[in-house]
């Protein structure tokens, strides 16, 4: 198979799909890999690495999605991406559909065949293409609060660890998961007060142990978010229902009810977002202000530590994105049930319930079956 690999056009986006190590692994296994010019150099990863491991490097994007059979990406594809894209051809990255319907207005158009990084799974029920980045955005979120939190950026000025005779900050975490856990670590490793709230009793306990009792772990309801936001000094939105749009879980009023120059760190955006008034920002612009609250809502955040990123992502895709080509995707899926959760888009048809379920009132979607739009 040609494996396409483009440079990323987003915002202050530095990540790559593939590494020269990865690279190496397709071409063993027989495959071409076609790289665009200086696809990794803004990270390191230079046309030089990407040859001597036996990649062909491209003038353009438009030369990889002409010639590629698939494509291998991290973030969204941007329109003009989408319009490249063709029937026949495989789209390997982040999608993050359901709160976009532009991108899958576009997706269904190409006719291309579209996985998710973010809704494949594992044995464990789990996200092993979401949980690197997920990893990385979690601990991100406390060092960006903490940035933020100092007086110069907008924020109240308090310092998340204290000192001696002064009282640390006080971090909530709403959501127990990859992101809040990596979130939790950070803030504790800084000293901070941490509260992590979630819904499941077994995973607080589990937190409980994990964190042998250093943070505070309550079950999330309405008025726990509400009492314990407004003694907070940095909120963590790190809320998931994989492949939907995130619930809004902090409300406008919450905000309104925080601390004045307190921070709000929305994980969630991708996905739509879990506070009531983010909206989605970039590195190069990444906060705004609310009723006194710094917002820092930062669609790519992993984006930031882009060669830490780009390893963490290789390490989960590599395995997935060989099988799509050793067997072809259609086969490769077949075989995988984990594999074929990640089939969002197929030809036309959404193949992912929950994009249909927050999109298909508005646009007009049906839901069909994987296994269907496969076999048709």
């Given at each position: 198979m040609l494996i396409g690999v483009p440079k990323e056009i987003k915002n202050h986006e530095y990540r790559v799909g593939l590494t020269p190590a990865a690279v190496k692994e397709f071409v063993v296994h027989g495959h071409q890999v076609l790289v665009e010019d200086n696809a990794g150099a803004a990270i390191g990863f230079t046309n030089e690495e990407f040859v001597a491991a036996g990649a062909e490097i491209a003038p353009d994007a438009a030369t990889v999605f002409a010639k590629a059979e698939m494509i291998v990406k991290v973030k969204e594809p941007q329109e003009n991406e989408c319009k490249m894209l063709r029937k026949g051809q495989t789209l390997y990255t982040y999608l993050h559909l359901a709160p976009d319907p532009k991108q899958t207005e576009l997706l269904i158009a190409s006719g291309a065949t579209c996985i998710a990084y973010e809704t494949v799974t594992d044995n464990r029920n789990a996200?092993?293409?979401?949980?690197?980045?997920?990893?990385?955005?979690?601990?991100?979120?406390?060092?960006?609060?903490?940035?933020?939190?100092?007086?110069?950026?907008?924020?109240?000025?308090?310092?998340?660890?204290?000192?001696?005779?002064?009282?640390?900050?006080?971090?909530?975490?709403?959501?127990?998961?990859?992101?809040?856990?990596?979130?939790?670590?950070?803030?504790?490793?800084?000293?901070?007060?941490?509260?992590?709230?979630?819904?499941?009793?077994?995973?607080?306990?589990?937190?409980?142990?994990?964190?042998?009792?250093?943070?505070?772990?309550?079950?999330?309801?309405?008025?726990?978010?509400?009492?314990?936001?407004?003694?907070?000094?940095?909120?963590?939105?790190?809320?998931?229902?994989?492949?939907?749009?995130?619930?809004?879980?902090?409300?406008?009023?919450?905000?309104?009810?925080?601390?004045?120059?307190?921070?709000?760190v929305d994980v969630a955006i991708d996905q739509g977002g879990c506070f009531e008034t983010s909206k989605a920002t970039t590195h190069q612009d990444p906060v705004y202000v609310v009723d006194g609250v710094v917002h820092y809502c930062v669609a790519n955040m992993p984006g930031g530590v882009a060669r830490t990123s780009t390893m963490a992502l290789n390490n989960?895709?590599?395995?997935?994105?060989?099988?799509?080509?050793?067997?072809?995707?259609?086969?490769?899926?077949?075989?995988?049930?984990?594999?074929?959760?990640?089939?969002?888009?197929?030809?036309?048809?959404?193949?992912?319930?929950?994009?249909?379920?927050?999109?298909g009132e508005s646009m007009g979607l049906t839901y069909t079956d994987p296994k269907t739009a496969l076999s048709a």
């Amino acid at each position: 198979m040609l494996i396409g690999v483009p440079k990323e056009i987003k915002n202050h986006e530095y990540r790559v799909g593939l590494t020269p190590a990865a690279v190496k692994e397709f071409v063993v296994h027989g495959h071409q890999v076609l790289v665009e010019d200086n696809a990794g150099a803004a990270i390191g990863f230079t046309n030089e690495e990407f040859v001597a491991a036996g990649a062909e490097i491209a003038p353009d994007a438009a030369t990889v999605f002409a010639k590629a059979e698939m494509i291998v990406k991290v973030k969204e594809p941007q329109e003009n991406e989408c319009k490249m894209l063709r029937k026949g051809q495989t789209l390997y990255t982040y999608l993050h559909l359901a709160p976009d319907p532009k991108q899958t207005e576009l997706l269904i158009a190409s006719g291309a065949t579209c996985i998710a990084y973010e809704t494949v799974t594992d044995n464990r029920n789990a996200l092993p293409l979401l949980a690197p980045m997920s990893e990385v955005a979690g601990r991100m979120a406390v060092q960006a609060g903490a940035h933020y939190l100092e007086k110069a950026q907008g924020g109240s000025g308090t310092l998340l660890g204290g000192v001696p005779g002064v009282a640390p900050g006080k971090v909530l975490i709403i959501g127990g998961g990859v992101v809040g856990t990596n979130s939790a670590k950070m803030a504790l490793g800084l000293g901070a007060d941490v509260t992590i709230l979630d819904r499941s009793l077994p995973r607080l306990r589990e937190l409980d142990d994990i964190f042998d009792g250093r943070v505070k772990t309550v079950f999330s309801t309405v008025d726990a978010i509400e009492h314990y936001s407004s003694k907070a000094d940095l909120v963590v939105g790190a809320v998931l229902i994989p492949g939907a749009t995130a619930p809004k879980l902090l409300t406008a009023e919450h905000v309104k009810n925080m601390k004045e120059g307190s921070v709000v760190v929305d994980v969630a955006i991708d996905q739509g977002g879990c506070f009531e008034t983010s909206k989605a920002t970039t590195h190069q612009d990444p906060v705004y202000v609310v009723d006194g609250v710094v917002h820092y809502c930062v669609a790519n955040m992993p984006g930031g530590v882009a060669r830490t990123s780009t390893m963490a992502l290789n390490n989960a895709t590599l395995p997935f994105g060989l099988a799509l080509a050793n067997k072809g995707p259609k086969q490769a899926m077949l075989d995988d049930a984990h594999l074929l959760n990640g089939l969002n888009v197929h030809e036309g048809k959404i193949t992912y319930k929950a994009v249909v379920d927050a999109l298909g009132e508005s646009m007009g979607l049906t839901y069909t079956d994987p296994k269907t739009a496969l076999s048709a």
